[in-house]
């Protein structure tokens, strides 16, 4: 078996004997049984990304979640994917395109290795179908062949038994929505609510598919509205409302809270037999027509980021890089020749060297013109102190429940519990098998940094110390002075980001913005587009607008949160949304200008800040507006 992948593979089959699902069902269409089990025993065939992708997928895994680090073919694929999604994204915009976007998947197709690849090719084709106002039927079939591509057993009436990947889910969504277009709506109907039941089930309860759900559940309260049952498409609707802000999901909230409000209305209107002249009272005066119209100004002011998937959504992957340029920056910031990479001395040789590979094997998987074995990749990563896995969360384990554990730890640490905290993480410390991985130990004592900070557990020296030791798991220090623009990886963003917020009290402003400016450089020269790795860069452009602003370059400041609230629309985060249009409204009052637009700003912000529980940020945004409103 290829080497690095071994404890996703294991860790996807941990999840799923947690969930008590049969191996022939979640791998069906993928592989056989047998192959996984293979597989999960270090033998067997390869598996490329989409293929694994789908399986952890299907156990309810999140694999935005994931970081990746591929070889120069499965980059090349990644890439041409990414072309596609870009191409689709403006297609709308400039029918031109046409011809391109046809030749650019049809490339694709003929280098589809697996199943897998082959449907993310026919999803691709099913979104330009429906772009491009093709004949329902003929969308249809299309969208049915190609979700058979991996599920051949596929049956509409059975639709709730199956197991999904993102892309499934996306194929069968809109397979629903064309069999309502063709006037089939209790059929329609029927697959709205068994997906809508699945949806509630514990594996899919946190995952990135609920952007996706979100549009069945809007889809089937319009069609609830219509036939007059105002109760349940209330109710649907305000279940989408708390799911949607618990996973920081911002797109058709505001439409749900809109067809909430109108459902409510015409519940209480149909229930006690009010005069119709009573509905726009009752439907205007609720609180949920007042935070649609809030939110709106998001929707409209920013409508094409918004609307850029909504019609038919887009499978998207983050977190995505070439392995080899890795390897060369992570060897230039350790200050190694090739040489003495591909070469090093061995403690345990009494003479001579250790040999991985030759320079002129290191150079030209630097600069992807070949791919090495994962043996030699492997052991090049290791002596980089870079994960030597190919797939990988933010924490390295084959027990789901330690990667459980620490996100609970974590979700106390948001809510201010702090009590026991500490005594958990050396539980799971103790635990795992992995527990000397540099990047294992560095996520751990991120949390515990934070814990003890919070706490007042620690002196400004001893925070700075505690801060150094966590980045030099994985980074040198000299990474903080030197000229270096490397990719970042898991929790070295956040340690950072720490780091720069101890150093503004020490080394001013400048010296952070310089440190952020090189953070943002790293993700520019390692990632194919934006959409790679945009919640770093989102967040780090904040940061860094926040030390431009204070500096007294508001021009430049407003030019960059203004940036950045389009990310965070276009990418779907509402927490990020809130806080970004709440400095782009900051930097609009710095310049005088308390218009409308200022004021509907303002209203959105509060708004978010309630869906969210963003006490502070409310706060915030509630200043401002009475400085410049009342």
């Known amino acids: 078996m290829e080497m690095g992948t071994e404890h996703i593979i294991r860790l996807i089959d941990g999840r799923r004997a947690a969930l008590r699902i049969s191996k022939k069902k979640m791998v069906n269409g993928i592989c056989t049984a047998d192959v996984f089990s293979k597989i999960v025993n270090g033998h067997g065939r390869r598996l490329d990304k989409l293929e694994i992708d789908a399986l952890m997928q299907r156990v309810g895994c999140n694999t935005k979640n994931c970081n990746y680090l591929l070889d120069i073919d499965e980059y090349e694929a990644f890439m041409q994917r990414e072309h596609i999604r870009n191409e689709i994204e403006t297609y709308h915009r400039d029918k031109q395109k046409q011809e391109r976007l046809i030749k650019m998947i049809g490339e694709y197709k003929n280098k589809c290795r697996s199943g897998v690849e082959r449907q993310a090719t026919s999803y691709f084709e099913v979104q330009f179908m429906c772009i491009s106002g093709c004949d329902e039927k003929i969308q249809y079939d299309k969208c049915l062949d190609a979700i058979k591509i991996t599920m051949p057993d596929f ?23 064309i069999i309502a277009d063709m006037g089939e709506r209790d059929t329609a109907l029927g697959g709205y609510e068994k997906l809508l039941w699945l949806m509630r089930q514990d594996i899919y309860s946190n995952n990135e598919s609920m952007r996706f759900f979100a549009k069945i559940i809007y889809d089937a309260s319009l069609i609830y509205m219509e036939r007059r049952q105002y109760a349940t498409a209330s109710q649907l609707c305000r279940y989408a409302i708390e799911k949607l802000s618990e996973e920081n999901k911002f797109r058709y909230l505001s439409e749900m809270y809109e067809l909430k409000a109108r459902a409510d209305a015409w519940q209480m209107i149909s229930q006690k037999g009010y005069d119709m002249n009573v509905f726009e009272t009752l439907y205007k005066g609720c609180t949920e027509y007042k ?17 850029n998937d909504i019609k038919c959504p887009m499978y998207r992957e983050y977190k995505v890089v070439f392995i080899g340029e890795i390897i060369k920056q992570r060897r230039k910031l350790l200050g190694m020749t090739q040489s003495k990479l591909a070469y090093y001395i061995n403690n345990e040789i009494k003479s001579g060297t250790d040999e991985i590979c030759s320079e002129k094997t290191l150079s030209r998987l630097e600069n992807g013109k070949t791919v090495t074995s994962w043996k030699v990749t492997r052991r090049l990563l290791g002596r980089l102190k870079l994960p030597p896995e190919r797939y990988f969360f933010d924490y390295v384990s084959e027990d789901y429940g330690l990667i459980n554990e620490l996100k609970d730890i974590e979700k106390c640490m948001a809510a201010e519990k702090y009590e026991g905290l500490l005594e958990r993480c050396e539980t799971v410390r103790r635990s795992n098998s992995w527990h000397n991985y540099p990047y294992n130990q560095q996520y751990i004592e991120k949390i515990e940094y934070k814990i ?20 030099e798991r994985t980074i040198q220090k000299s990474y903080l002075t030197d000229a270096s623009c490397i990719y970042l990886f898991m929790n070295e963003e956040l340690i950072l980001e720490n780091i720069i917020q101890n150093m503004r009290i020490t080394e001013g402003r400048d ?30 452009k904040r940061k860094l607008e926040n030390y431009i602003e204070n500096t007294g370059e508001v021009e430049r400041a407003y030019g960059l949160s203004s940036e950045v609230l389009r990310d965070a629309v276009k990418h779907n985060f509402l927490g990020l949304i809130g806080q970004c249009l709440y400095d782009d409204a900051w930097n609009r009052a710095e310049f005088n200008i308390n218009d409308e637009k200022l004021r509907k700003m303002l ?28």
Do not use: Q
């Open 155 to 177: 049956c509409i009436e059975n639709l709730e038994t199956y197991l999904y990947s993102e892309i499934e889910i996306l194929l069968v969504t809109r397979l629903l929505n």
């Open 511 to 540: 010296a952070c913005s310089t440190l952020l400016k090189k953070m943002i450089s790293g993700y520019d020269k390692s990632c194919i587009d934006e959409n790679v790795c945009a919640p770093c860069m989102i967040n780090t």
């Open 452 to 471: 003890k900070r919070k706490n007042n557990m620690l002196s400004e020296g001893e925070a700075g110390k505690m801060l150094l030791i966590a980045l």
């Open 291 to 307: 935070l649609y119209k809030a939110l709106s100004y998001i929707v409209n002011e920013y409508s094409e980021e918004y609307y």
């Open 603 to 630: 209203d959105c912000v509060r708004a978010v800040a309630h869906i969210s529980g963003n006490v502070m940020l409310g706060k915030f945004a509630e200043d401002l507006y009475r400085k410049h409103f009342r």
